[in-house]
């Protein structure tokens, strides 16, 4: 039995079908989800086709939406003094929504500052035991992981900036992402510039050229993301992945190594292993591994490769 410590709460679950196991459609039919007061039942809504905002209003909506979560939601100990910070701009329980204009003008400006030091956080890491010696970053593992398997807290302090970093990036994490081991879970791993240090933009050409598949032992993918949004990059083909599973034309090297290419248009003969990138926006890749291999946990054993500008 699952329980949550919030009066709100989501579920997400990911279906992937390994080899001869059940199909993925049998398993989403037999999902139920429904208060204890109704008869079993799911109304499943496709969406593949449906658009996600992966940011939140950078506007007062923003607050207007602060203000009714706490209506429905008790504070947590850990929170107490920022809840008092929330007080003092108008934002309190049992009280309308309603900031003075002083209170509008500081509300907006942290709007502005908060959101940048969350950029900060994400795209210019710091943070201890994270950057790998291929210069990739680990998203959610490492010396000091962003996700524990039960709690953010460790003996003399709670984590903070990367409870601010990974809600901001991607959202969520699960225990097995905070806490892969050889052969279950997932690891993540992220980079954000090129070999020059210059950030990837929609614009370029660029290549990986991985000296062998990532060691995964169900599968690895290459998944690129945009940088305003942080979800999947929305591009014309529709496509955002390349990887061992989502390509089944995959093309290698005679080498054994793989090439994956991001730009705006694809490289002539190699368009099975490319994601399409949209001009005037950033984008950046996650190496995703599910069941990574033993080789992942050793940073002198395989590297990542690094994004190269090209011209093709």
């Given at each position: 039995?699952?329980?949550s410590e919030t009066s709100n709460a989501f579920i997400l679950m990911r279906f992937?079908?390994?080899?001869?196991?059940?199909?993925?459609?049998?398993?989403?039919?037999?999902?139920?989800?429904?208060?204890?007061?109704?008869?079993?039942?799911?109304?499943?809504?496709?969406?593949?086709?449906?658009?996600?905002?992966?940011?939140?209003?950078?506007?007062?909506?923003?607050?207007?939406?602060?203000?009714?979560?706490?209506?429905?939601?008790?504070?947590?100990?850990?929170?107490?003094?920022?809840?008092?910070?929330?007080?003092?701009?108008?934002?309190?329980?049992?009280?309308?929504?309603?900031?003075?204009?002083?209170?509008?003008?500081?509300?907006?400006?942290?709007?502005?500052?908060?959101?940048?030091?969350?950029?900060?956080?994400?795209?210019?890491?710091?943070?201890?035991?994270?950057?790998?010696?291929?210069?990739?970053?680990?998203?959610?593992?490492?010396?000091?992981?962003?996700?524990?398997?039960?709690?953010?807290?460790?003996?003399?302090?709670?984590?903070?900036?990367?409870?601010?970093?990974?809600?901001?990036?991607?959202?969520?994490?699960?225990?097995?992402?905070?806490?892969?081991?050889?052969?279950?879970?997932?690891?993540?791993?992220?980079?954000?510039?090129?070999?020059?240090?210059?950030?990837?933009?929609?614009?370029?050409?660029?290549?990986?050229?991985?000296?062998?598949?990532?060691?995964?032992?169900?599968?690895?993918?290459?998944?690129?993301?945009?940088?305003?949004?942080?979800?999947?990059?929305?591009?014309?083909?529709?496509?955002?992945?390349?990887?061992?599973?989502?390509?089944?034309?995959?093309?290698?090297?005679?080498?054994?190594?793989?090439?994956?290419?991001v730009g705006p248009t694809p490289p002539p003969g190699k368009e099975s292993n490319?994601?399409?990138?949209?001009?005037?926006?950033?984008?950046?890749?996650?190496?995703?591994?599910?069941?990574?291999?033993?080789?992942?946990?050793?940073?002198?054993?395989?590297?990542?490769?690094?994004?190269?500008?090209?011209?093709?």
């Open positions: 039995m699952l329980g992937i079908r390994i080899e001869d196991q059940t199909p993925v459609e049998e398993l989403q039919a037999a999902v139920k989800i429904y208060a204890a007061s109704e008869e079993p039942g799911l109304d499943l809504v496709p969406g593949g086709d449906k658009p996600l905002q992966g940011y939140p209003p950078r506007d007062m909506g923003y607050w207007e939406l602060l203000h009714e979560v706490l209506q429905e939601e008790d504070t947590a100990e850990r929170d107490r003094f920022m809840m008092y910070i929330a007080h003092t701009l108008g934002i309190e329980r049992g009280k309308p929504f309603e900031p003075t204009e002083a209170q509008q003008a500081a509300l907006m400006a942290g709007l502005v500052s908060g959101e940048a030091a969350a950029k900060t956080l994400v795209f210019n890491e710091r943070l201890e035991g994270v950057l790998r010696k291929d210069g990739w970053r680990y998203i959610l593992s490492g010396a000091l992981p962003d996700a524990f398997e039960h709690t953010q807290r460790v003996r003399d302090f709670d984590m903070l900036d990367p409870r601010s970093r990974f809600t901001y990036e991607a959202i969520t994490s699960s225990p097995r992402m905070g806490h892969p081991v050889v052969g279950k879970g997932q690891s993540y791993a992220g980079r954000f510039e090129d070999t020059d240090n210059d950030r990837l933009v929609g614009d370029g050409q660029y290549v990986m050229r991985f000296a062998s598949p990532p060691p995964a032992e169900l599968f690895w993918s290459v998944v690129v993301y945009d940088v305003e949004s942080r979800t999947l990059i929305v591009n014309e083909t529709q496509n955002a992945t390349v990887g061992s599973r989502a390509t089944p034309d995959l093309q290698t090297n005679d080498d054994g190594s793989v090439d994956i290419y490319w994601v399409q990138s949209v001009p005037g926006r950033g984008w950046f890749p996650y190496v995703r591994m599910y069941g990574p291999g033993e080789d992942w946990f050793n940073e002198d054993a395989y590297a990542l490769p690094q994004i190269e500008k090209t011209d093709w």
